[in-house]
């Protein structure tokens, strides 16, 4: 199977990288860079010394994926890398799915996963990219200390 980076991607403006982070400053400092963003909602970060994160947006997790740009670049060519971190079919479904993105969009997760969420189409919707880090953001920075069961309620306010 033959996947193009561009299709299991999203374009942004990199004059935002830091915006993005903000809301996620709490786990990744902010000293690193937005390298990439997946179509599903994750970055991929780089730091001074060019190491390479995975923020997992899904699970609230951030994972040193690669020691150079270089070596992150030659893992984006193994197929089951790119699938751990790109999910390469959902993001086909969505991209084939009545649910298309806008420049400045990416799928958002309706509910997030660490919440019972499920990697699935239909609980995938388009959100405006700033928007998506700064509610995950918020979210998993409020949730990081609670044990796994605890019960929680999500109120939004205007």
Request: hydrophobic share 40%; charged share 30%; aromatic share 10%.
């Amino acid at each position: 199977m033959k996947v193009k980076l561009d299709e299991l991607t999203v374009k942004f403006n990199n004059d935002l990288s830091d915006r993005l982070i903000e809301n996620w400053s709490w786990l990744t400092g902010m000293e690193k860079k937005v390298l990439l963003i997946s179509a599903i909602g994750d970055l991929f970060l780089t730091d001074n010394v060019k190491n390479v994160y995975w923020l997992d947006i899904g699970g609230g997790e951030l994972k040193l994926v690669a020691n150079s740009i270089e070596s992150f670049e030659e893992k984006l060519k193994n197929i089951d890398q790119l699938n751990e971190w790109f999910m390469i079919n959902l993001t086909t479904d969505l991209r084939l799915s009545d649910k298309k993105l806008k420049d400045g969009q990416l799928y958002s997760y309706k509910k997030l996963p660490i919440l019972g969420g499920e990697y699935t189409v239909e609980n995938f919707a388009p959100m405006d990219i700033e928007a998506h880090f700064r509610f995950t953001g918020y979210i998993h920075k409020q949730i990081k200390n609670l044990p796994d069961g605890a019960e929680i309620e999500i109120k939004l306010v205007d």
